[in-house]
């Protein structure tokens, strides 16, 4: 089992930055990727970001890229989404989520069911 525990929200004017933290601890050493998910209110979940834990390597959802960046420090169990340039529909409860089940199957995780693992969430609001 993984925990959770994402830091870093706030409220900022459009156009400025925050970045989230999402720590882990329990059995990190079988984290296989962490992804990053918004919910807006009256909206559903949506996908945001992913990173594969070992390689580094990154996806993400067309209306963030080239704003957002996500990252991971290993040795700290910890996982990172930078967001600048920030506009008034990024506004959303934002969650980060790890999976912990190999499979063959897709390279990205996009979908929040296929993770294992959900932090509390972190409310960020960005106020025109």
């Known amino acids: 089992q993984v925990q959770l525990v994402e830091s870093g929200g706030g409220l900022v004017q459009a156009g400025g930055s925050l970045r989230l933290s999402c720590a882990a601890s329990?059995?990190?050493?079988?984290?296989?990727?962490m992804g990053w998910f918004r919910q807006a209110p009256g909206k559903e979940r949506e996908f945001v970001a992913t990173?594969?834990?070992?390689?580094?390597?990154?996806y993400y959802t067309d209306s963030v890229k080239g704003r957002f960046t996500i990252s991971r420090d290993n040795a700290k169990n910890t996982g990172y989404l930078q967001m600048n340039s920030l506009k008034p529909e990024d506004t959303a409860v934002y969650s980060c989520?790890?999976?912990?089940?190999?499979?063959?199957?897709?390279?990205?995780?996009?979908?929040?069911?296929?993770?294992?693992?959900w932090g509390q969430g972190t409310q960020v609001t960005v106020s025109s």
């Open positions: 989520a790890a999976r912990s089940t190999y499979s063959s199957g897709p390279y990205y995780y996009i979908e929040a069911a296929q993770y294992d693992s």
């Open positions: 990173i594969r834990w070992s390689g580094g390597s990154t």
């Open positions: 329990g059995r990190t050493f079988s984290i296989i990727a």
